[in-house]
């Protein structure tokens, strides 16, 4: 079946804008990860929702982010008045349940310039 | 605070040379210890999830072994599509950090004829 897919694979912005990252989990999942991946730098957790409940949005690293999902389905990080150090891969994983294994999308890979 | 070490950074392997990765962690209750492989572009490809202690799992050339202190990633007679960046993780059962995964940073496999 399908998997975990996102857009843009890749997205190049200038300092300052604004941007917009998608996600479409696997279907039935109902749990929806962001990570983020810098050069050189392990995974780091951003945000994870499950189901209708509260998101737990610990691992946001400044007010600029921010991220929802609607229906339970599709989820859009958005990253506010972007800075350079912005720059790196960001990846969604979606499991069926909260502590299932974790299935990663491509990524979209974001330069800040 | 989850913690994960993975070593060594990089390891280089003739065709049929066995090896092991290993991954190091500290965590508070363990929920399960993951194992993905990543190659250059791409997603964190899932590969294996132990439990508990003296758990092991295999997958063609692959063993993944668990004990209360590390993982390893046995690798048998490997050939060169083994090559890839291999990452460890934990979910730990701390409240409020439960359902993400703390990863290592890697060791990059890189088999050669």
């Known amino acids: 079946g399908a998997g975990v897919s996102q857009s843009p694979s890749n997205k190049v912005t200038e300092k300052g804008k604004d941007v917009e990252l998608r996600c479409d989990p696997i279907?039935?999942?109902?749990?929806l990860y962001w990570y983020r991946q810098s050069l050189g730098q392990g995974l780091e957790f951003l945000i994870y929702?499950?189901?209708?409940?509260?998101?737990?949005k610990s691992g946001l690293p400044s007010d600029r982010f921010s991220a929802e999902r609607t229906g339970g389905s599709v989820s859009t990080l958005t990253i506010q008045r972007t800075q350079q150090e912005d720059s790196a891969v960001y990846l969604c994983?979606?499991?069926?349940?909260?502590?299932?294994?974790?299935?990663f999308g491509p990524g979209t890979r974001l330069l800040v310039l | 605070e989850d913690q994960v070490t993975q070593s060594p950074e990089a390891l280089r392997l003739q065709e049929g040379e066995s090896s092991s990765l290993n991954c190091s962690y500290t965590?508070?209750?363990?929920?399960?210890l993951f194992w993905y492989r990543q190659d250059p572009g791409k997603g964190p490809e899932f590969l294996f999830t132990?439990?508990?202690a003296g758990e092991e799992k295999e997958k063609e050339r692959l063993k993944a072994t668990l004990t209360k202190k590390e993982s390893f990633l046995h690798i048998t007679a490997p050939k060169p599509e083994d090559s890839a960046t291999y990452l460890c993780?934990?979910?730990?059962?701390?409240?409020?950090?439960?359902?993400?995964?703390?990863f290592g940073t890697g060791t990059q496999l890189k088999v050669e004829l």
């Open positions: 965590v508070s209750g363990l929920r399960g």
């Open positions: 994983a979606s499991s069926l349940q909260k502590q299932e294994t974790q299935y």
């Open positions: 279907s039935g999942h109902t749990a």
């Open positions: 993780a934990v979910q730990g059962g701390v409240t409020g950090g439960g359902n993400k995964l703390t």
């Open positions: 929702f499950q189901g209708n409940s509260a998101p737990d």
């Open positions: 132990l439990y508990s």
